[in-house]
């Protein structure tokens, strides 16, 4: 079984749309989840940070844990063509990061 | 903003050559880390780093790497003989203690060197 799960899409919706991206990890002692944009051959971007389980909102972002379930989701309000990107959901025990395969969005005008 | 910026954005060698990457932290930090993505690949942890010594490596992370942080500022990852699947973009990232406990492990990347073994 993979640590990280993540569906590589792509996933394309209207501009406008709510954008729902997720994922499920295996290892119930992670602690600490992320989530990082990537535009094509960038560094990733560190978007949201959310300790234990919760929601954490951010501008048109939130970011939602939860850890009965192994499961971690982004919500994005209001897509924006900019918004077009891969986005990787990243979990931790406290050290390394380890990365699901990443969501290629594409938002459409 | 502080950023992480890394050195070559681009490297090409011959199989079997040296290579060292660069990195500058973001600079109050303290932990330094490495990870490399393969082309169409997902993002993979190779090593950690705090207080002088390597905390933690993966299994990617075998005899011909090395790292340290020779002068307090830079923070290399040196490949000795470079193999072609060594092929990649390599990421710094660093993190810092900040604010409280629950925030420490936020980790910021650089914008990557890709690596190019011929």
């Known amino acids: 079984q993979k640590e990280v799960e993540q569906d590589p899409g792509p996933l394309s919706v209207p501009e406008g749309a709510i954008v729902s991206l997720n994922c499920t990890y295996s290892?119930?002692?992670?602690?600490?989840f992320m989530w990082y944009r990537q535009y094509s051959r960038k560094g990733p971007e560190l978007l949201m940070y959310?300790?234990?389980?919760g929601n954490k909102e951010d501008g048109r972002f939130t970011a939602q844990v939860d850890k009965s379930s192994k499961y971690i989701s982004l919500f994005i309000r209001d897509s924006q063509p900019s918004d077009s990107a891969t986005y990787l959901c990243?979990?931790?025990?406290?050290?390394?990061?380890?990365f699901g395969a990443g969501t290629i969005l594409r938002v459409k005008s | 903003e502080p950023e992480v910026t890394q050195t070559p954005s681009h490297q090409v060698t011959q199989m079997g050559q040296e290579v060292i990457l660069r990195c500058v932290p973001i600079?109050?930090?303290?932990?330094f880390y490495w990870y490399r993505q393969i082309l169409g690949q997902k993002v993979e942890f190779l090593v950690s780093?705090?207080?002088?010594?390597?905390?933690?490596k993966s299994e990617i992370f075998d005899d011909q790497f090395s790292v340290e942080r020779p002068d307090g500022s830079n923070f290399t990852l040196k490949i000795r003989s470079t193999k072609l699947e060594d092929s990649a973009m390599y990421f710094c990232?660093?993190?810092?203690?900040?604010?409280?406990?629950?925030?420490?492990?936020?980790?910021?990347f650089g914008p990557g060197t890709r690596l190019t073994v011929l």
């Open positions: 959310t300790y234990s389980s």
């Open positions: 990232a660093t993190m810092g203690l900040v604010g409280g406990s629950h925030s420490y492990n936020e980790q910021f």
């Open positions: 290892n119930s002692a992670f602690q600490y």
């Open positions: 990243a979990v931790s025990g406290g050290n390394k990061l380890v």
């Open positions: 780093f705090y207080n002088n010594e390597i905390s933690e």
């Open positions: 600079s109050n930090h303290l932990y």
